[in-house]
């Protein structure tokens, strides 16, 4: 049998404000037992797991990984508005002129992610 993605992890310096935040973007709930200041915090996204777990050093560089979120119910532009009104920062606009790229944003703690258009905007 092949192994599986539990988790994707994520270290942070505020495991449940970060996840808190990400919860909010993914409209996904935080796990029942988290709460302010435990060094862990799961989001429970459909697919797979958020987890981020507190770490005493700073972000110092780009990821090597990150995440690619596709809005479900509104435009591209629609959802990095309303990722950005949650605290994210901007970091590139790669949108083009016919509709295709994405924007790339960071959340409260630098981590930086992708928004790419919804399905309707790849199909319409």
């Given amino acids: ?70 809005p479900q119910d509104r435009t591209r532009d629609e959802e990095v508005d309303r990722i950005l009104a949650l605290g994210a920062t901007l970091v590139g606009d790669h949108r083009r002129p016919d509709g295709a790229g994405w924007v790339t944003l960071a959340d409260p703690e630098g981590n930086e992610f992708c928004v790419e258009r919804s399905t309707a905007e790849r199909t319409g």
């Fill in 1 to 70: 049998m092949s192994s599986l993605v539990r988790h994707v992890t994520l270290d942070c310096a505020d495991a449940y404000q970060l996840a808190s935040f990400w919860a909010e973007v993914l409209d996904a709930p935080l796990a029942d037992d988290d709460f302010p200041g435990d060094p862990e915090a799961l989001v429970n996204a459909p697919g797979v797991g958020i987890l981020f777990v507190r770490v005493a050093e700073p972000k110092t560089v780009k990821n090597r990984v990150h995440l690619d979120v596709q």
